[in-house]
T-cell receptor
């Protein structure tokens, strides 16, 4: 089955600096890669996603890049703010046999220091 | 925060008792999922369902059971056979129509078994 590795597990940055979180996946069938943000005690919420026919996608301070050949994708947050502090999860998804197969990474706890 | 709801928010049970967690969605989504999240851990898939009256085991199904009698509802029963049931349980739904789409998460139920 699919395996998703996410690094680093924790990340501390100064406010205003950039943060980068990386994920690698194993199954080339995966073709959809969402990123979720989970604040303490809350539900995960989608912040950005990318499909396999696209190499990069941006939304204001957030961007995601995908390298299909190397099977890795990354989340980039620029000009970090204290409210960016949360746990971030990546996921790799594909459709097989009528079912959506979802595999999550283990999460990255981001701390933005004011 | 509408669309997918879980109840109750907090649940306390004695060891040896079965307990059922509710999950309801009004998004007209076909696919529904149950995840377990332990402190500092990622999301582990318990069960998923693509259509009514059909469901599949995820990575950690032992000690859990589900039903999908209605499109809107996907209750999870934590049985006494589950050895470490104390955790945060998240339900999610997705469009699920042949192309991967994001998952929408409910607010979660925190189960404590003593």
């Amino acid at each position: 089955g699919e395996n998703v590795e996410q690094h680093p597990s924790t990340l501390s940055v100064q406010e205003g600096d950039s943060a980068v979180i990386k994920c690698t996946y194993s199954d080339s069938a995966s073709n959809y890669f969402p990123w979720y943000k989970q604040e303490l005690g809350k539900r995960p919420q989608l912040i950005i996603d990318i499909r396999s026919n696209v190499g990069e996608k941006k939304d204001q301070r957030i961007a995601v890049t995908l390298n299909k050949t190397a099977k890795h994708f990354s989340l980039h947050i620029t000009e970090t703010q204290p409210e960016d502090s949360a746990v971030y999860f990546c996921a790799a998804i594909f459709y097989s046999g009528g079912y959506q197969k979802v595999t999550f990474g283990t999460g990255t706890k981001l701390q933005v220091i004011p | 925060d509408g669309g997918i709801t879980q109840s109750p928010k907090y649940l306390f049970r004695k060891e040896g008792q079965n307990v059922t967690l509710s999950c309801e969605q009004n998004l007209n989504h076909d696919a529904m999922y149950w995840y377990r999240q332990d402190p500092g851990q990622g999301l582990r898939l318990i069960y998923y369902s693509q259509i009514v009256n059909d469901f599949q085991k995820g990575d950690i199904a032992e000690g859990y059971s589900v039903s999908r009698e209605k499109k809107e509802s996907f209750p999870l029963t934590v049985t006494s056979a589950q050895k470490n049931p104390t955790a945060f349980y998240l339900c999610a739904s997705s469009i699920g129509q042949g192309v991967p789409y994001e998952q929408y998460f409910g607010p979660g139920t925190r189960l404590t078994v003593t």
